[in-house]
């Protein structure tokens, strides 16, 4: 029995992951995001997430979104058998300009949790929100999120500094990704077509035939 530890997404929990499926012989652990410490770095917090893992047994990592990126700087501290990055980014470069804009003037500032959750339509148009039941289940983590993990999440994000993606990283994309559009000339292994920032549960069981091929590969 292997074990992958799911990190999720900038205002999500692990209920954003429970349409997928994984193969027999996969234990899950949802990894849960902890309070931020003032003025604590990402590389800094994700040294704490660390600690949340077993490392005396093989395991498997996986990062959504934002928790991709946290992720990414785990990978200083932890060696997973496989790090997977699901609808994120691998480096500051691969961010649209637009964030690291606003991170440069500090317009993210402006930006809230109960803003995010009451902007239904902006969501629904990032996320490509289709059916009431998922724009439901989106505002629904929002409003369970804490404040001051969303703005430092937030903050993290457009002020990311890693110039460089990590070797050995394993990544599932969709082309039609509005939050963090697909840059050309990376290495993406897998691209789902037509699938967007919530395909982890628009497009639940692609994801999962792909998580499946990658753990039993």
């Known amino acids: 029995m292997k074990t992958i530890y799911f990190i999720s997404g900038l205002g999500a929990d692990e209920r954003i992951f429970e349409q997928l499926t994984l193969p027999p012989g996969i234990s899950v652990v949802y990894l849960s995001w902890l309070p931020p410490l003032p003025g604590e770095t990402m590389d800094a917090y994700a040294q704490r997430m660390s600690a949340g893992i077993d490392t005396s047994q093989p395991f498997y990592l996986a990062g959504l979104s934002f928790g991709g990126m946290v992720a990414t700087e785990m990978l200083r501290y932890v060696q997973p058998e496989k790090t997977i990055l699901i609808s994120s980014a691998a480096c500051r470069n691969e961010l649209p300009t637009l964030y690291r804009f606003a991170g440069a003037v500090g317009l993210h500032r402006l930006l809230t949790v109960k803003l995010a959750a009451n902007a239904s339509l902006i969501v ?87 998580l499946a091929q990658i753990l039993n590969d």
């Open 124 to 210: 629904s148009y990032l996320f490509q929100l289709k059916t009431p039941a998922q724009r439901k289940m989106v505002q629904q983590m929002m409003r369970t999120t804490n404040p001051q993990l969303f703005q430092w999440s937030v903050h993290s994000i457009v002020k990311w500094q890693r110039k460089e993606a990590p070797e050995n990283i394993i990544r599932i994309h969709g082309t039609a990704d509005r939050t963090l559009p697909p840059v050309k000339k990376r290495n993406y292994q897998y691209l789902v077509k037509n699938g967007s920032h919530f395909m982890i549960a628009s497009k639940a069981q692609e994801v999962s035939a792909l």
